[in-house]
């Protein structure tokens, strides 16, 4: 991890590196207490980042990470007092002088949470930015000696082009260099021979052609053969063996199977059944079974991952124990445990540690990279990704390889050694996901498309349309009437804090709010409730007005969802206090201090019609409980099954719940004061190949309108060499 440094230090660098090359600074930002420099080439360091002022743009490790201008001018006048505070005031003076005191608050509020979201920052334990309460912020990292030019025709981010005005005399000179230098290369290439060799583009060859989604993929121990487990047209998973240098493909007879692991000794780890959760999410028992074939042992429950030891004698397995996720390895062994969810466990060559991917919020594919001992010692070595799927070790053990993305879902191959430092490995138009690495550097991903849609049907009509936005759309609300859809757009597009917006159920134009993750709409439809960045609780006009933040008080972190109660006065929603679990809070929308109204450890908080229960996950992490707003003793909901998700109906006696699928949902409406439940809809998309799930339903107060999301993913097989 990157390491603050002295004030000093960092104020003489920039210094330093200001006076020796024009740092280029927005001449509408003029410097406090000098005049602004003129518009050089400049590219600023500090730890694995740099920081290019006239393309507006950062790049980690040579990628380019995606971030907008406030939030990069932000960053342009934090950089120029490197250890010094730089006040709310004066951000607000240079950037926002035309806002009104809750806009700017909003705005600044966000820019810094998208900055920080950028460089994988955080408030709590800044690298880079550090927030000084009710004041400003202050830029605590070091900067790199020497400046780089970079890119001397990009516009600078006033949309002002770098100065032309150079001398024919130079122009000259620099075209002559060029000639000079590119024979001295062709000769050095004419007598060094055969020493000179051309870097070769990496070999793909599509092991898959059929219409589906590719979920694993392993090099069996023959060194040829390759073995994947795929959902082709709609059909359940199955376990596929195939040969590069022959055509054809053989199913190894395991349906409703997922493969975990292959090992050197030929066997399979297999998860059974595939009960999919979402999209990334398989959990079921842990199998072993020869690759010729037969019925898997059972070795452990309610597992979602596994890998085998290189001597394939011992297995590492993600398993779900009393609502967290526990690390093993080897079975029974714990080395460590989360209340978000653990992925891609890869043990190493040697044995002695394990990598693997651990997000924070179960559900997401945003975290990080880890790697933890047989001692238990766990340290994170790359970090800030937003998506982050695909774990395997080099092939000489020395390097991490992973698939992941700063924004959106389009992830890249990187490489992380274990000191921390990583590279770019490779990338590709739509995104790759890493699957395995041969001892012989061979390498198998999947190219993937990828899309969360949203589906309606508006009040009276007998057709559902599709009213998706960008490349993820999640709907959290439905207004009463059915004729508006509250939504995160949570794309590409949208960057590291999603967008949140409405739009109307018969297809016209979505409309932004602002950014975040949103909750619901007020009874009125006035407002929208959006959380950004964990740090700040909003409420978002759906039409004319400003966005109002709420006092954050003694809370440390928020969770997602944050909703209205019935009065249209206050706002339900979980976070975590300094020394506590995450709970149940309620809060004046007008004033007042937040009050918790759950036990600690419920992290979902949806208030009933009369706004007299909350329904949220169990003690244990799990199911479903009913928590009195007036305190009492929890209960159960009443006849709710294992897995199933619920929402309540716009009468407090009934649900409606429904399990995530990948085919046709059934909802049904269950009374939680008897158990009773009845069929009320059926949900199928148009087309269910490479469907992972049907979530996010709600209805309107009648129950006749409702919105949907559904997930695809499309994905084929490929074998790469050459990659380095």
Partial sequence: MWRPCSPEKSANQLAATASTANVAIDARLPLKGKSAVHNGNQTIRFGEFEADLHAGEIRKFGSRIKLQDQPFRVLQILLEHPGDLVTREELQ????????????????????????????????????IETVPRRGYRFVACLDEGPVDTHPQLPAINGVLPSRMVSLFNRTLLAFLAVVISGILVGSGFFLGHRTTR?????????????????????????????????WDGEPTEIFSTDPKIPGVRSLGLSATQLLAVSSLGEMAVLQPVGNHFLFLDRGTLGQVPLTGGSPRQLAESIDWADWSTDGATLAAVRNVNGKQRLEFPLG??????????????????????????HPIYGKDEGVVSIIDLERHKRVVSAGWESVEGLAWSANGTEIWFSGAQAGTERHIYAVDLAGHQRLVFRAPGGVTLQDIASDGRVLVTRYEQRGRMMALAPGAIKEREVS????????????????????????????TYTVAVRDTRGSPPIPLGQGMTGNLSPDGKWASTIVSN???????????????????????????ANWMPDGKQIVFSGKRTGHAIQCFVQDVDGGKPRPVSPEGVM???????????????????????????????????????????????????????????????????????????????????????????????????????VYSYTRLLSELYLVKGLK
């Fill in 93 to 128: 003076s240079r950037i926002w002088p035309e806002e009104s005191f809750g806009d700017f608050d909003h705005a600044v509020n966000v820019a810094v949470g998208k900055l920080r979201a950028a460089l994988g920052d955080s408030a709590e334990n800044p690298s880079f």
């Fill in 199 to 231: 870097s070769q583009p990496p070999d793909f060859q599509r092991l898959t052609v059929r219409r589906g989604t590719v979920y694993s993929a392993r090099f069996a121990p023959d060194g040829h053969s390759v073995i994947y487990a795929a959902s």
């Fill in 333 to 358: 062994h714990v080395l460590c445990e989360t209340a978000g969810w653990i992925s891609h466990p890869r043990i190493s060559p040697k044995g002695d540690q394990v990598a693997f991917l651990d």
């Fill in 469 to 496: 936005w960008g490349d993820w759309s999640v709907p959290t609300d439905i207004s009463s009437d059915g004729n508006t859809v509250l939504f995160n757009e949570e794309g590409a597009e949208s960057g590291p």
């Fill in 535 to 561: 740090a700040h609780l909003l409420l978002l006009p759906t039409g004319a007005g400003t966005a109002r933040q709420i006092d954050q008080s003694d809370i440390q972190e928020y969770w997602y969802g």
């Fill in 604 to 706: 979902f908080c949806n208030i009933s019609p009369d706004g007299k229960l909350i329904a949220g996950n169990g003690p244990a992490g799990d199911g479903g409980w009913l928590y009195p707003m007036e305190g009492g003793p929890p209960r159960p909901i009443r006849g709710l099954q294992a897995d199933e998700s619920f929402a309540w109906s716009s009468d407090p006696r009934f649900m409606y719940v429904y399990q995530w699928k990948q085919s046709s949902v059934k909802v049904y409406r269950l009374n939680i004061l008897t158990g009773h439940r009845e069929l009320f809809r059926e949900m199928t998309p148009p087309d269910v190949a490479g469907l992972q799930s049907i979530s996010h339903i709600h209805f309107s107060s009648d129950g006749q309108a409702y």
